[in-house]
């Protein structure tokens, strides 16, 4: 005959706890083990609009998309619109517009010299007693506020001469040529690149003959070696991805041809903050690009490992 022993029931809770401890610990670490594949984009690692400053009109466009440009390379060349022309011009013309204050300061200055003359004499009578001290500290005062006056003004008149200084080298920029007061416009402008890179788009509009907006930006340049896959990453999942983590990155459009991702940047808000809804992250990854295959908008397949961290490819 086989006994059954009854265990006591403080034991049988613990071997209760012990057994759901070990069931939840090999629970985690097949979901650790786990690949998690996702979907989301390529981006460029920097992108700039090229704007345009004035009201203008298109005479040649330079470039090409996926065309390389260097810092300063010329992307559009155009010309004024008649009436940004009238004003750029006057303005040109007009120069930093201190004549009126010059104005001022020579009055103030014939007034100070007066004033000053009346004061010295003041204080000849004064040390001989024959003066007041009253009209002295009068006529004192008056060249103090005089002086102080002209001292104002001229600071006013240099802050006005650097500003118009800083807009003529402003202007030199978009002309391509050195701007100076007074002078006759030229006829021409040139758009040129602010980085070094790659010509991504341009304006459906940008061709000969057609009005540019001031303030429109009819090219974009961006940087395409590296580029950057922005995943968007269930709140349950993030945490089991780290920067530094490599992954294997799929893109549909090129036959499922595959790249090495490392996750570089893991945000810490939610893209969406409402209660109700689940929260994503957006996890980016760096993916070298050298023969430039990988297009800003493509689609890419991301799969995560087990959250270790790995060497990157």
Known sequence: MFSVKILPRGVLWALGVLACAASLSLAGAARAAESIILTGKVVTTVTRAVPVPFNSVVDEVLVKPGEAVEDGSPLVRYHLQDEAERILQREVTTGAGNENLKGQVLDLERQLTQTTAERNKARQLVSSGLGSKQALSRLEASVAALQKRIALLQTTIRKNESNFAARLKELSGYFGQPIREGEELPPTLVLTSPIKGYVLSLAANLDPGNLMAANSAPVQVGQLNPVLIQVPVYEADVNTIKV??????????????????????ISWLSTDMNVANPSYYTVELTVPNPDLVLKPGFKAVVRFGGGGKAAAQ
């Open 244 to 265: 530094g983590d490599t992954a294997q990155v799929e893109i549909p459009s090129l036959g499922d041809r595959k790249f090495t991702g490392l996750v570089s940047e």
